[in-house]
């Protein structure tokens, strides 16, 4: 299981239920990252897309208390999640958010790509500091880029010892 989101300079993932940045490159490394695996969210990031529908193109599961309709595969626990992705290859499954799911699954996860963004989005919600973090490496991350004014890089973190599921 891997885990992908932007970031800002405090570790601020959005605000207002909402991304902080418009992010064109940003956007097209998501989609094309994620299109044909199966994404895991909670119940707010899922209402957070157009019309609340998921995301196409690809087998969401969102951990939610209750039933999130159709398109999606809703799981109640952390147990019947950790089961249902057993399901497809571990590199094709995608935390997606919100911040409360990011902090219940990134000690699973083996990778965490962030885009890590030069900037304060006002954040009102935040994930861990990877780079504070001593369960998290740092192995890659691109030169600094220009995405729609602001400077990004795209970084990956590999888990030093994640949990097995």
Request: charged share 25%; glycine share 8%; proline share 6%.
């Amino acid at each position: 299981m891997k885990a992908i989101f932007h970031a800002d300079r405090r570790w601020g993932i959005g605000k207002n239920n909402g991304l902080m940045f418009s992010l064109p490159k940003d956007m097209k490394f998501f989609r094309e990252t994620t299109k044909g695996k199966i994404v895991v969210m909670g119940s707010k990031t899922l209402l957070s897309f157009p019309e609340g529908k998921p995301l196409k193109n690809r087998t969401n599961i969102v951990l939610c208390p209750e039933d999130m309709g159709e398109g999606v595969t809703t799981v109640h626990t952390l147990s019947a999640l950790l089961e249902e992705v057993k399901k497809y290859p571990a590199d094709d499954v995608f935390v997606i958010g919100g911040t409360s799911v990011y902090r219940l699954l990134l000690p699973y996860c083996t990778e965490v790509l962030v885009t890590k963004v030069d900037a304060d989005g006002g954040a009102d919600v935040f994930v861990p500091d990877l780079d504070k973090d001593p369960s998290f490496a740092l192995v890659s991350e691109s030169g600094p880029e220009e995405d729609n004014g602001l400077s990004i890089r795209f970084c990956t973190y590999r888990n030093l010892a994640p949990l097995a599921y």
